[in-house]
T-cell receptor, first 117, second 113 residues
Framework: EPEVTQTPSHQVTQMGQEVILRCVPI?????FYWYRQILGQKVEFLVS????????KSEIFDDQFSVERPDGSNFTLKIRSTKLEDSAMYFC???????????????FGPGTRLTVL | DQQVKQNSPSLSVQEGRISILNCDYT??????FLWYKKYPAEGPTFLIS?????DKNEDGRFTVFLNKSAKHLSLHIVPSQPGDSAVYFC????????????FGTGTRLQVTL
């Protein structure tokens, strides 16, 4: 069964450093998302991406964050200068584009645990 | 921001009995509702969904009920199995194929033998 994959599973970084979290969405999916879950809190939307541009972003997704689809398979989230409060589990998700449906379910990867020291 | 609320942080049910997980929402613009299941150290796994134009959707042991007037939905699992033990998240979305999901805080279900 096709699945979303994410690397690395755990990333430890020093405050102020740049990190890139990587995702490989399901191959026939066209919509891509990043969410995060701070320990003990709910899963929060960060950004959605379609047709090589951001569709929607939350207030969390400030100038320190960026997303990119550098090739036909990868989808990345970059945090330019990490802060302590960026420590969280980051989930990538994808959904397909079938125009005869009202909504397409999002399928999530296993997550990357980011620890900022 | 408490647009989607799951008021029960945990629930314990005996194997074979029914598990009922509840979710309330406040935003009447939500158009689509989903339930995800999450094991530790894994991502949320899609379980079942329901459109706002329906009041029930069933898939095997899982049934989701939607009461739009009460802004309430519930997930029924019958019969409950030990493998169902996980955290269950309710999520809601606006219309459109790529709308963001707004999640609840989750309910930890423990199915005991």
């Amino acid at each position: 069964e096709p699945e979303v994959t994410q690397t690395p599973s755990h990333q430890v970084t020093q405050m102020g450093q740049e990190v890139i979290l990587r995702c490989v969405p399901i191959s026939n999916h066209l919509y891509f998302y990043w969410y995060r879950q701070i320990l003990g809190q709910k899963v929060e939307f960060l950004v959605s991406f379609y047709n090589n541009e951001i569709s929607e972003k939350s207030e969390i997704f400030d100038d320190q964050f960026s997303v990119e689809r550098p090739d036909g398979s990868n989808f990345t989230l970059k945090i330019r200068s990490t802060k302590l409060e960026d420590s969280a589990m980051y989930f990538c998700a994808s959904s397909e584009d079938t125009r005869d449906r009202v909504y397409n379910e999002q399928f999530f990867g296993p997550g990357t645990r980011l620890t900022v020291l | 921001d408490q647009q989607v609320k799951q008021n029960s942080p945990s629930l314990s049910v005996q194997e074979g009995r029914i598990s009922i997980l509840n979710c309330d929402y406040t935003n009447s613009m939500f158009d689509y509702f989903l339930w995800y299941k999450k094991y530790p150290a894994e991502g949320p796994t899609f379980l079942i969904s329901i459109s706002s134009i329906k009041d029930k959707n069933e898939d095997g042991r899982f049934t989701v009920f939607l009461n739009k007037s009460a802004k309430h939905l519930s997930l029924h699992i019958v019969p409950s199995q030990p493998g169902d033990s996980a955290v269950y998240f309710c999520a809601a979305s606006g219309s459109g194929t790529a709308s963001k999901l707004t999640f609840g805080t989750g309910t930890r279900l423990q199915v005991t033998l």
